[in-house]
Nanobody
Framework: QVQLVESGGGLVQAGGSLRLSCVAS????????MGWFRQTPGKEREFVAG????????HYAESVEGRFTISRDNAKNTVYLQMSSLKPEDTAVYYC????????????????????WGQGTQVTVSS
């Protein structure tokens, strides 16, 4: 079992920045890859960014490439999502998720590829 708790969401103006955090517990954090997803009402949950177990490999959705940065601190059991140049269309509930299978081989983007999920944190970007 892996427990994930997100924090750092809030209300920000367009062009602003936020940093999301996700603290993991229950298994050795450095043994699994992590991802960030987001979801708005009536839409499917979508991949935002992923990072391998070692942090050497990252992958981003095209919509956030160059604006968002995913990172991890394995000593703190924490994965981060630094979001900059935020746009109103980035408004969503953001979820972190753990992938216990692929570790450092590849970053997967499918919701079903991830094994554990946090409860989500709301990010609202005003225009």
């Amino acid at each position: 079992q892996v427990q994930l708790v997100e924090s750092g969401g809030g209300l920000v103006q367009a062009g602003g920045s936020l940093r999301l955090s996700c603290v993991a517990s229950g298994r050795t954090f450095s043994n699994y890859a992590m991802g960030w997803f987001r979801q708005t009402p009536g839409k499917e949950r979508e991949f935002v960014a992923g990072i391998s177990s070692t942090g050497d490999l990252t992958h981003y959705a095209e919509s956030v490439e160059g604006r968002f940065t995913i990172s991890r601190d394995n000593a703190k059991n924490t994965v981060y999502l630094q979001m900059s140049s935020l746009k109103p269309e980035d408004t969503a509930v953001y979820y972190c998720a753990a992938d216990l299978v692929h570790t450092d081989i590849v970053i997967v983007v499918g919701v079903r590829e991830y094994d554990y999920w946090g409860q989500g944190t709301q990010v609202t970007v005003s225009s």
